[in-house]
């Protein structure tokens, strides 16, 4: 099979049509790009599990239509309420305990989902029109550099799924904020688009080590093949080396990324994994990479470099 990169609103209906059929399909968000099937189907679940290879302890998130699907296949209290009215439709992911419906395959048999509803028009319209959830996760082989184009979808799964569904270059670039719900802390799992200090406005924000044994939390992820290693170690350096630089080229690299010549972390977060991405390509010895700045989408891009540099599992 090959895929073919549908636009426009024929992409709209052949997506949906695909999805209704029990297909699995790639499509836009406003973060990255990810392999949709239907959430509460499991045979749909199964086709996005293999063609990921994802192990199946790694659970999906759920894409909701709408925000009324938070109570008909969850159980989320005040604050999960309160955060999905201020959030959604955007980068923010809600895990909450789950109802009966929603099965045990998406969840990796854990007793919460992870949930969002995403602002991206494409990818909106395509649940609209299916009239329910769907299960997406980054549309990349599993441990692989999430994708934020079309064509790096093509390039990681073209050859395993039949449609994707192009709405351009993702607008955050890097995956949503996930945050845990419980006893009425929010507890932060991955970092992302939407901020701490966001957050805070709503409730008590702690935040969860990475690394710690959870679900999401595995220390290798967004890798790319070649070896990758900070640009202020120690190590010494030899081969043909690139750098992924933050705001300026420095001399004596085989190839520079800059991720943003005008310093603004939120541009850095969009050129991030296109950057990483042209880097692989070149067959490089090693890509050292700038620390960003501290600043919250700093601290996002930080944890994806550190876990990029992480050995495999
Ligand atoms: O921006 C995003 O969130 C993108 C787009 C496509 O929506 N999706 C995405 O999905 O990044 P994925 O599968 O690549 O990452 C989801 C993370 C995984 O690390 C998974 O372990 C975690 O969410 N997760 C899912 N369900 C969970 C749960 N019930 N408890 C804790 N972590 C969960
Ligand atoms: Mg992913």
Redesign the pocket.
Known sequence: MSARIASGEEGITEAAAALAAGGVVALP?E????LAGRALEPRALAEIFAVKARPLS????V?VPDPAWLDRIAAPGVLARRLAEAFWPG?L?L?VPKKPCVPDLC?AG?P???I?M?AHPLFSAVLVRLGEPVA????NRFGRI?PTTARHVLEELGDKISIILDGGPCVHGI??T?V?IREEVIHV??Q?PIPPSALAKFGQVSRVATGAA?????KSHYAPRTPMQWADSEATVGGRVGLLAWREARPGFAAVEILTPSGNPAMAAANLYAAMRRLDALDLDLILAERPPPSDLGDAILERLRKAMAPRL
Do not use: K, Q
């Open positions: 968000t973060t990255v790009y990810g790694d659970p999906l998130i894409h980068p992911t895990v969840t854990e919460t989902v992870a969002r995403s997406a996760p980054s549309a999430s995956e949503s996930i845990h799992l991955r992302g959870a679900p999401g939390m595995l």
